[in-house]
């Protein structure tokens, strides 16, 4: 499992607080390359991914759904 630094974990924070609503259903979905600090439940990403998500967005919306599709 990947290590982040402070600085990383810090930047991950800043940078979830810009992703829009479709961006963050896409990542949810299929966690592309390079996404994987946002959903690790050992960091404070994880909680704050999920918290803008499905508390400050409501989730998915079925026309999210399924414009994102399945791959």
Do not use: V
Request: net charge neutral; charged share 20%.
């Amino acid at each position: 499992m990947q290590q982040f630094t402070q600085q990383q974990i810090n930047e991950a924070l800043a940078k979830i607080e810009t992703l829009d609503h479709y961006t963050m259903c896409r990542y949810w979905r299929f966690a592309p390359a390079g996404t994987e600090i946002y959903f690790r439940n050992d960091l404070p990403t994880g909680e704050a991914f999920k918290n803008r998500l499905f508390n400050h967005f409501g989730g998915f919306t079925p026309e999210i759904s399924k414009s994102i599709g399945w791959g």
